[in-house]
């Protein structure tokens, strides 16, 4: 194969990490074992990141960017992976470290790789992507943890519309739990109540300063905001709680007490998706296939060509991205 493709690369423009659209050749893609011809990737608030150089996701440069891929392998040198099989990739440092899926093709180690679903379509993995299954680690780690229990109190998730957020509302909803969803977009009351959502909060309550310790609300709860939000949330969650933290839109920081872990005895469980083991990834991806709404899913989802993706990474950003956009890397 010498044809050339279109791709998307981090570079050093100025100084600073940014996205360009770039002619590469096969012989532009890492030696590794396999080589998968990618059908969709996805856009996360990392790739959102990555691509307008807002925030250091790429820690070597030029790199393809986009954390998660999913298509058909083309050739193999690892008797696991044969052409014609179909698999996706979340994280393992794709644009950070490694080569990542904002290309037509591209080689992977094998011991990334998961098979896809027999219950979704590479389009509708990439829907889910990133988000979705760092979604679904959360609501695992909630019920490892915690005292969670369908029907009984109230599970929030903050930054809702979102795509951590959309689909952890849908799964907590399928799942049988009571949904407080906290966003700041009245628009997106309606798609919350939709994809489950027993009530709405404005996020506002959760984003100015409060007490160390506050009236107990939450049974548990799923934040992808940080900050001032999550101390809020931490505050105002019931004895022997829990919260899974899995992002940071809001700030890195966290201005809270100890009060609530030492007094309530809350649990604050951090979740990564990049380098998860492969058995914590099959049981979330279980979990997406048993209990994610297709119909939610496709209510929550865009396509888009990369060739949009300047737009779309600013439109992330910004805050104005709702629910989950699948990149057509072909397009």
């Known amino acids: 194969m010498s044809q050339s493709f279109t791709a998307v690369v981090i570079d050093s423009v100025d100084g600073k ?19 998968v011809q990618v059908a969709y990737s996805t856009l996360n608030y990392k790739d959102g990141l990555a691509f307008t150089g807002k925030g250091r996701i790429a820690r070597r440069m030029p790199i393809i960017a986009g954390a998660d891929l999913a298509g058909t392998v083309v050739e193999s ?22 080569a990542g899926g904002y290309s037509p093709y591209q080689r992977v180690k094998p011991e990334w790789l998961m098979r896809l679903p027999d219950s979704f379509s590479l389009e509708q993995a990439m829907a889910i992507g990133t988000a979705g299954y760092t979604a679904a680690l959360a609501v695992l780690a909630l019920e490892d943890w915690s005292r969670i229990k369908p029907g009984e109190g109230e599970v929030v998730v903050t930054g809702a519309a979102g795509g951590v ?16 969803a906290s966003t700041g977009r009245e628009e997106t009351h309606d798609y919350l109540k939709h994809l489950g959502a027993s009530a709405i909060m404005d996020r506002a309550s959760l984003t100015e300063k409060g007490g160390p310790l506050q009236k107990e609300r939450f049974t548990g709860g799923i934040d992808s905001v940080g900050g001032t939000t999550l101390a809020n949330v931490l505050a105002q969650t019931v004895y022997g709680g829990a919260v899974a933290a899995c992002g940071l839109a809001g700030g890195a920081d966290l201005p809270a007490t100890v009060m609530p872990f030492i007094l309530r005895g809350v649990s604050l469980l951090g ?41 779309l990474a600013d439109a992330i950003m910004d805050g104005r991205i709702r629910g989950r956009v699948v990149i057509d890397v072909n397009a």
């Open 165 to 180: 957020g959309s689909i952890a509302v849908s799964l907590l909803a399928s799942s049988g739990y009571l949904v407080t």
């Open 77 to 98: 040198r690892n008797a696991a992976w044969k052409p014609g099989d179909k698999v996706l990739i979340n994280g393992f440092g794709l644009s950070e470290t490694e």
């Open 17 to 35: 990490p940014k996205g360009q659209f770039r002619s590469l050749t096969m012989a532009d893609l890492p030696d590794h074992d396999v080589l």
């Open 271 to 311: 979740i990564d998706s990049v380098m998860t083991p492969m058995v914590k990834r099959e049981r979330a991806w279980q979990r997406l296939a048993e209990k994610l709404n297709r119909d939610h899913l496709a209510a929550m989802t865009t396509v888009e060509p990369l060739s949009n993706l300047p737009t």
